[in-house]
């Protein structure tokens, strides 16, 4: 399957806790470390034993039982309680303001569709996160980069139905007691559509949200979802679109929401540099978009150690998606690291 690989590539497989304890195996040289260095951290482990948290858990139980597994299976294999990674989890619904931040792009050209996106987080992070290709018992399977100690899913994904996903962060004031944000992105990844990842997002109650890019191999849509506690607003890419780490959409001005000052400087380029590219925008176009460094405010591409919300890019994706598969092309610092096409694959179909 690959062509090209310098950034480590992990093969899971199995039932949920056995998938969960060997992503957590994965994680586990540096997730001490990790999280004794995380601003977030000390903010979010004053939750335990909240009322709240529990709402969270028995949700994620209601709706998504194995993935509650998943993530348990995970706790296990870092030594690490249920509980405390539990919380780690839904960090983006105890405190709001977690330091993951990404900016994606989406491009229609011809009959050709790109995702394209950067994940910006922790800047301890850099070097230290991986890819895994994930086999579930019974389920197709998907290739995601993986954070130490949090679900995959909530990065960039491509599953093996062809359905790609690109998350970014939204720093939503009000969460509720439903389905913490990373369990419904991991959720998708076992999606076999569009249409069956729009009902993941919209069906059960969410607790605070993340914008999901969207598309499918055969599928000519490019979905951009914001998928939030008050609402789950769909928007078709006709042309091309961008998004920072705040609420966009046509009617998103009633839920209230932290908006940074690199958020707002990142849209506002995007939305500035998208319509001048030629037609029709190629892959080289859209990268070079990701590997902005703006003239005056903030810049795209993030690797200032002092970045006010303490995120740098640690990888940037560009998805290709055809008819019957997805190319896949992870950059670090410019340069390309990995190289692959993830072909679909009937239901019953393993992994090959």
Same mark, same amino acid.
Request: glycine share 8%.
């Given at each position: 399957?690959?062509?090209?690989?310098?950034?480590?590539?992990?093969?899971?497989?199995?039932?949920?806790?056995?998938?969960?304890?060997?992503?957590?195996?994965?994680?586990?040289?540096?997730?001490?470390?990790?999280?004794?260095?995380?601003?977030?951290?000390?903010?979010?482990?004053?939750?335990?034993?909240?009322?709240?948290?529990?709402?969270?858990?028995?949700?994620?139980?209601?709706?998504?039982?194995?993935?509650?597994?998943?993530?348990?299976?995970?706790?296990?294999?870092?030594?690490?309680?249920?509980?405390?990674?539990?919380?780690?989890?839904?960090?983006?619904?105890?405190?709001?303001?977690?330091?993951? #931040?990404? =900016?994606?792009? *989406?491009?229609? %050209? &011809?009959?050709?569709?790109? /995702?394209?996106?950067?994940?910006?987080?922790? $800047?301890?992070?850099?070097?230290?996160?991986?890819?895994?290709?994930?086999?579930?018992?019974?389920?197709?399977?998907?290739?995601?980069?993986?954070?130490?100690?949090?679900?995959? #899913?909530? =990065?960039?994904? *491509?599953?093996? %139905? &062809?359905?790609?996903?690109? /998350?970014?962060?939204?720093?939503?004031?009000? $969460?509720?007691?439903?389905?913490?944000?990373?369990?419904?992105?991991?959720?998708?990844?076992?999606?076999?559509?569009?249409?069956?990842?729009?009902?993941?997002?919209?069906?059960?109650?969410?607790?605070s949200g993340f914008h999901h890019m969207l598309g499918c191999a055969g599928d000519e849509r490019l979905l951009s979802v914001e998928a939030s506690a008050q609402r789950c607003s769909v928007q078709t890419v006709s042309a091309f679109a961008?998004?920072?780490?705040?609420?966009?959409?046509?009617?998103?001005?009633?839920?209230?929401?932290?908006?940074?000052?690199?958020?707002?400087?990142?849209?506002?380029?995007?939305?500035?540099?998208?319509?001048?590219?030629?037609?029709?925008?190629?892959?080289?176009?859209?990268?070079?978009?990701?590997?902005?460094?703006?003239?005056?405010?903030?810049?795209?591409?993030?690797?200032?150690?002092?970045?006010?919300?303490?995120?740098?890019?640690?990888?940037?994706?560009?998805?290709?998606?055809?008819?019957?598969?997805?190319?896949?092309?992870?950059?670090?610092?410019?340069?390309?690291?990995?190289?692959?096409?993830?072909?679909?694959?009937?239901?019953?179909?393993?992994?090959?």
């Open positions: 399957m690959v062509s090209k690989q310098d950034l480590s590539l992990v093969q899971v497989g199995g039932e949920p806790y056995d998938i969960g304890y060997r992503l957590g195996e994965i994680a586990r040289p540096v997730f001490t470390e990790y999280m004794e260095q995380s601003s977030a951290w000390p903010a979010v482990r004053r939750w335990h034993g909240d009322p709240f948290v529990q709402q969270l858990r028995g949700a994620a139980q209601a709706h998504f039982p194995a993935l509650l597994v998943e993530l348990d299976g995970m706790a296990a294999g870092l030594g690490w309680s249920a509980e405390d990674l539990f919380l780690w989890n839904c960090r983006g619904e105890l405190i709001h303001n977690a330091p993951d #931040g990404c =900016t994606t792009l *989406a491009a229609v %050209a &011809g009959h050709a569709r790109f /995702i394209a996106h950067n994940e910006d987080g922790d $800047p301890f992070l850099r070097e230290r996160c991986s890819l895994v290709e994930v086999q579930p018992a019974g389920k197709r399977g998907f290739v995601s980069f993986y954070y130490p100690g949090s679900l995959p #899913g909530h =990065t960039f994904a *491509a599953n093996r %139905a &062809g359905l790609v996903q690109a /998350i970014n962060n939204l720093r939503i004031r009000v $969460p509720t007691a439903g389905v913490p944000r990373m369990i419904l992105s991991r959720a998708v990844l076992d999606a076999a559509s569009l249409d069956e990842a729009l009902h993941i997002l919209r069906d059960p109650p969410a607790a961008g998004h920072a780490n705040h609420l966009i959409h046509p009617g998103c001005e009633a839920e209230a929401q932290i908006v940074t000052d690199s958020s707002r400087d990142r849209q506002a380029r995007v939305e500035h540099l998208l319509p001048r590219l030629a037609s029709p925008i190629t892959p080289a176009a859209l990268l070079e978009v990701l590997q902005d460094r703006a003239p005056a405010g903030l810049p795209i591409y993030r690797d200032d150690p002092l970045d006010p919300d303490d995120e740098n890019t640690l990888a940037t994706v560009l998805f290709e998606i055809g008819n019957a598969d997805v190319s896949m092309k992870v950059y670090r610092q410019g340069q390309c690291a990995f190289d692959t096409v993830i072909a679909c694959v009937p239901p019953a179909q393993p992994c090959v």
